[in-house]
């Protein structure tokens, strides 16, 4: 990861919504804050031996500016933090509502190829690109 970028996003660049969201966030992302990983490309286990394609396929992953995984709506509400739309993702992370939302979270997580079929109309996508 590039020393001046603050967050990297390890994501699935299989799943329509998720790159959707990943064009969004890049597109937001003027200061060029971010850096976006695509778990699947050949390459990805070579430079981030250190993150495990398995887990990050069941939950989103990224890395702050100091090396520190995190996870989950965390790292959304990092992100929404560094495009200036923190306040859209803060609930989520107030102590009652965590939970809650965590599992929502999960729960999309673990469906997402259906709940993209449904919102996209594709399930998975082979040449999906965040560019």
């Known amino acids: 990861m590039s020393s001046e970028k603050s967050l990297t ?49 069941k939950i989103l992953h990224g890395m702050n500016q100091n090396g520190e995984m995190i996870y989950g709506l965390d790292v959304t509400h990092a992100a929404w933090s560094l495009v200036g739309r923190g306040w859209l993702t803060a609930p989520l992370r107030w102590p009652i509502l965590r939970w809650f939302a965590d599992k929502t979270y ?26």
């Open 9 to 57: 996003i390890f994501y699935d660049g299989g799943c329509p919504l998720c790159v959707r969201e990943m064009k969004h966030l890049k597109r937001l992302d003027s200061d060029k804050k971010m850096a976006f990983e695509d778990i699947l490309v050949d390459d990805f286990s070579a430079r981030y031996p250190n993150v495990s394609v398995e887990n990050a396929n």
């Open 106 to 131: 999960l729960f999309f997580a673990r469906n997402r190829n259906q709940i993209s079929k449904v919102l996209t109309g594709k399930s998975r996508c082979e040449q999906c690109s965040i560019d």
